[in-house]
């Protein structure tokens, strides 16, 4: 019996550390994304890098892309890229989320970057009307 407790614990173990790993890799290759994604739309990469960088990401050179940033401006200062801000731009990140596709999505401090890909065979008025309903529910101008 105290065999079979030892192989349990074993097994445990085994499956805490592979669902661990799994994670962090998961959450490294997010972040890389993400600057990957901030580098391109910042402009600090070569011709051949936005390239390699699009291949990456599974971005097409002949596709349109809109960009669209929101950012979170505070009253003075001294709440600029505070706690309280960070945690103000990861409510709105939520919020965002709600509505469009998580994968062209992500935070820098007090902004947040959305790359949207226009689809051609779809309607271009399926991305205005996503637009306007997010404005509407949380009242923005």
Not at 17 to 30: A, C, D, G, R
Not at 50 to 76: C, H, M, P, Q, W
Request: a positive charge; aromatic letters at 12%.
């Amino acid at each position: 019996m105290e065999l079979d407790f030892i192989t349990l614990e074993g097994a445990v173990s085994a499956l805490l550390y592979f669902l661990i790993q799994n994670e962090t890799v998961k959450s490294i290759e997010k972040k890389y994304h993400r600057d990957l994604e901030y580098r391109m739309l910042n402009g600090s990469l070569s011709e051949s890098e936005k390239e390699d960088v699009a291949n990456l990401l599974d971005l097409n050179a002949t596709d349109e892309y809109r960009v669209i940033t929101f950012y979170l401006k505070s009253g003075n200062n001294k709440e600029n890229f505070s706690a309280e801000q960070r945690k103000e731009t990861k409510i709105v990140e939520k919020a965002v989320l709600k509505f469009l596709p998580k994968e062209y999505i992500f935070c820098n401090t007090n902004r947040i970057i959305y790359i949207h890909k226009e689809n051609k065979k779809k309607e271009n008025g399926n991305f205005e009307e996503s637009w306007k309903n997010f404005k509407k529910k949380r009242k923005i101008n």
